[in-house]
Nanobody
Framework: VQLVESGGGLVQPGGSLRLSCVASGFTFSNYAMSWFRRTPGKERELVAAITSDGGSTNYADSVKGRFTISRDNAKNTVFLQMTSLKPEDTAVYYC??????????WGQGAQVTVSS
């Protein structure tokens, strides 16, 4: 089982990034997917989530209207499109897969830094 995030990097405030998370080793379409983020000294935060069929999403209040989660089950990939980025969005972003039986898998994380 593997989840591999990519697409992180350094971006100026107001900029955009798209994170990708490619899954392998399990039946991706059976798992709800989420993006979390963690900054030093803070609790891990749920950023966005999407159901296994992509029919429903939810977002943290801090990113609503700026971030969009989506998935392509044919490509075993979940995305996080981030726009209007702010310095407080700086964090390591992790994708997580969770089945209806609450089995979980996590990626290794991707660093996103928002700074001028």
């Amino acid at each position: 089982v593997q989840l591999v995030e990519s697409g992180g990097g350094l971006v100026q405030p107001g900029g955009s990034l798209r994170l990708s998370c490619v899954a392998s080793g399990f039946t991706f379409s059976n798992y709800a997917m989420s993006w979390f983020r963690r900054t030093p000294g803070k609790e891990r935060e749920l950023v966005a989530a999407i159901t296994s069929d992509g029919g429903s999403t939810n977002y943290a209040d801090s990113v609503k209207g700026r971030f969009t989660i989506s998935r392509d089950n044919a490509k075993n990939t979940v995305f996080l499109q981030m726009t209007s980025l702010k310095p407080e969005d700086t964090a390591v972003y992790y994708c997580r897969a969770r089945s209806h039986l609450l089995y979980e898998y996590w990626g290794q994380g991707a660093q996103v830094t928002v700074s001028s």
